[in-house]
């Protein structure tokens, strides 16, 4: 599996993954609190909404909508990964500067545990220092990558 491959894994846009990355943090809410909630023009945000809605990524059930999804991939035979809502961002960030860089250092499946550590670390489960000590590289190494997943990934 190249770095390609992880990013037709997960075959959204980054104002995609605004909206899931807010579903997923709020567990469920109306269409018209999450269209309150992002930066995304009306128009584009409904489309969008539509496309996930199509995907299979969020549901809508009794007024409120939910995220609605997991992606399992397996790597020849071996542990087998998730996409979920809570490291969809690291998906998506694997063609950024630093995840491209991690990648072509440390190989796409070290990514893959990371984005799966990732998952526990905004569940708030694993701090930083654990996810280097068990990836065995440096702990500015994982901040780095976590600051462009949360905070440069969104940036036009």
Do not use: W
């Not at 998952?119 to 590289?137: D, H, M, R």
């Amino acid at each position: 599996m190249s770095q390609i491959a992880i990013e037709q894994l997960v075959n959204v846009s980054k104002e995609e993954c605004l909206i899931i990355d807010s579903l997923a943090r709020t567990k469920e809410a109306t269409t018209q609190d999450l269209r309150n909630s992002l930066p995304i023009p009306k128009s584009t945000f409904y489309k969008l909404l539509g496309l996930l809605m199509n995907k299979g990524f969020i549901t809508k059930e009794k007024g409120k909508l939910r995220t609605n999804f997991l992606i399992r991939i397996q790597l020849a035979g071996r542990e087998e990964f998730s996409i979920t809502p809570k490291n969809v961002k690291a998906f998506v960030s694997a063609s950024e500067p630093i995840s491209k860089a991690f990648i072509t250092m440390y190989g796409v499946e070290k990514y893959l545990h990371f984005t799966a550590l990732y998952s526990k670390y905004v569940e708030g489960k694993v701090p930083v220092f654990l996810i280097a000590k068990k990836l065995k590289i440096s702990k500015s190494d994982v901040e780095r990558l976590i600051n462009e997943i949360e905070f440069g990934t969104m940036k036009k």
